[in-house]
């Protein structure tokens, strides 16, 4: 009882960080206050970094994102039991496909492996707690600076976003084998 408690309680943080990031990104235009001040400290900084050379500014600026990321990732979630039920997991992949030929067995033993995938999300998102919010002011200071810089397109045709998504997964998956987080 306790386990679905603490399940209940982690989805209602983070709806409650979603419904504020929502806010946020929706009302951006309608929050001066929100948006000045997310202009005022990255303008100087990661706009800086833009305005000098625009495909290695972005390239900088992913690779920190993507190192905090990481470390965020790394220190706030309970590493041993990550690669614990990760492990288990596996084993228990390699035992149902054994059982391909038995579907009755296959989802018994799913059914038996839910409460631990529902673990692995629980921890490996903590996280997010502390990125979501940050992460959608950036996203939409973003689009205001890149908006204002008539949508440029790095090597000719990835618009920001895509830019971003591609070479965020590379250096995150880089540096999480550097840092080992599981």
Same mark, same amino acid.
């Given at each position: 009882?306790?386990?679905?408690?603490?399940?209940? !309680?982690?989805?209602? #943080?983070?709806?409650?960080? @979603?419904?504020?990031?929502?806010?946020?990104? *929706?009302?951006?235009?309608?929050?001066?206050? #929100? !948006?000045?001040? #997310?202009?005022?400290?990255?303008?100087? /900084?990661? +706009?800086? =970094?833009?305005?000098?050379?625009? &495909?290695? +500014?972005?390239?900088?600026?992913?690779?920190?994102?993507?190192?905090i990321t990481t470390f965020i990732q790394k220190y706030s979630t309970d590493q041993e039991t990550l690669?614990?039920?990760?492990?288990?997991?596996?084993?228990?992949?390699?035992?149902?496909?054994?059982f391909k030929d038995n579907p009755a067995k296959v989802m018994e033993m799913q059914k038996a492996a839910?409460? %631990?995938? @529902?673990?692995? @999300?629980?921890?490996?998102?903590?996280? %997010?707690?502390? /990125?979501?919010?940050?992460?959608? =002011?950036?996203?939409?200071?973003? @689009?205001?600076?890149? &908006?204002?810089?008539?949508?440029?397109?790095? *090597? +000719?045709?990835?618009?920001?976003?895509?830019?971003?998504?591609?070479?965020?997964?590379?250096?995150?998956?880089?540096?999480?084998?550097? *840092?080992? #987080? %599981?």
């Amino acid at each position: 009882m306790e386990k679905s408690g603490s399940m209940h !309680k982690f989805f209602f #943080v983070m709806s409650i960080l @979603m419904v504020i990031s929502l806010v946020i990104a *929706f009302m951006w235009d309608s929050l001066p206050v #929100v !948006k000045d001040s #997310v202009h005022s400290v990255l303008n100087p /900084t990661a +706009g800086r =970094l833009l305005d000098w050379n625009l &495909t290695w +500014g972005m390239f900088i600026i992913i690779f920190l994102i993507a190192v905090i990321t990481t470390f965020i990732q790394k220190y706030s979630t309970d590493q041993e039991t990550l690669r614990q039920l990760k492990k288990e997991q596996k084993e228990m992949q390699v035992e149902m496909k054994k059982f391909k030929d038995n579907p009755a067995k296959v989802m018994e033993m799913q059914k038996a492996a839910l409460p %631990a995938s @529902m673990k692995i @999300m629980e921890l490996s998102m903590r996280s %997010a707690f502390y /990125t979501i919010i940050p992460f959608i =002011l950036l996203f939409r200071w973003f @689009m205001d600076y890149f &908006t204002d810089a008539g949508n440029p397109h790095f *090597f +000719g045709f990835f618009s920001w976003f895509w830019f971003y998504l591609i070479f965020v997964i590379i250096f995150s998956s880089i540096l999480r084998k550097v *840092f080992n #987080v %599981a």
